[in-house]
């Protein structure tokens, strides 16, 4: 049950795009379409902002969109706000349990 | 909306017990699997445990299985973490996290959480 794997940080200017990955294996994100993304805030719980790799619950802004190639999924943040800054982790299905990534601290320069 | 309160947590003795709970509200319960996720102080997210819509089915982290029991009692629309036999690293705030779906693949609502402290 290893950790998936992200990349610790990310960064962009206001108005630029970042994409964050997250890789499994064949067991776990190459293998399900269960791929989530959540975004945390400093003393928050977690919030869902993509399901099923590529969907967005109601109430997420469109900046916020998933794919999927092979055992890696990514997140791209389009638009970049202030808001956005937070920590992102991504989770994956793997047949009997959930995984998630180690994170990613996003920062809006 | 959906709502999940998390109760229980404080500070244990290594080797101690605890029984945290959380209480749903806001959708049918009984339809839902439900996770349990915990977070170590300035550490990610590792999941814990999850359970079935019916409570037919159990899964758990190789880090607690053994010591961690997931339970739920639909007519109280309330779910458990019975953790037994708790060490220093069991220390997190653990959240109770609602799957998208009945049999625990994906998770889409979170509660608060409640902080666990295990320590002499």
């Known amino acids: 049950q290893s950790a998936l794997t992200q990349p610790p940080s990310a960064s962009g200017s206001p108005g630029q795009s970042v994409t964050i990955s997250c890789t499994g294996t064949?067991?776990?994100?190459?293998?399900?379409?269960?791929v989530s993304w959540y975004q945390q805030h400093p003393g928050k719980a977690p919030k869902l902002m993509i399901y099923e790799v590529t969907k967005r619950p109601s109430g997420v802004p469109d900046r916020f969109s998933g794919s999927k190639s092979g055992n890696t999924a990514s997140l791209t943040v389009s638009g970049l706000q202030a808001e956005d800054e937070a920590d992102y982790y991504c989770?994956?299905?793997?047949?009997?349990?959930?995984?998630f990534g180690a994170g990613t601290k996003l920062t809006v320069l | 909306q959906v709502q999940l309160v998390e109760s229980g947590g404080g500070v244990v003795q290594p080797g101690g017990s605890l029984r945290l709970s959380c209480a749903a509200s806001?959708?049918?319960?009984?339809?839902?699997?439900i996770h349990w996720v915990r977070q170590a102080p300035g550490k990610g997210l590792e999941w814990v445990a999850a359970?079935?819509?019916?409570?037919?089915?159990?899964y758990y982290a190789d880090s607690v299985r053994g010591r961690f029991t997931i339970s739920r009692d639909n007519s109280k629309t309330t779910l458990y973490l019975q953790m037994n036999s708790l060490r220093v690293e069991d220390t997190a705030v653990y959240y109770c996290a609602r799957d998208r779906g009945s049999y625990g693949q994906d998770i889409d609502s979170w509660g608060q959480g409640t902080l666990v402290t295990v320590s002499s």
């Open positions: 806001g959708f049918i319960f009984s339809n839902y699997g």
């Open positions: 989770s994956s299905y793997a047949g009997s349990n959930v995984i």
């Open positions: 359970i079935w819509y019916d409570g037919s089915n159990k």
């Open positions: 064949s067991s776990d994100v190459g293998g399900y379409n269960y």
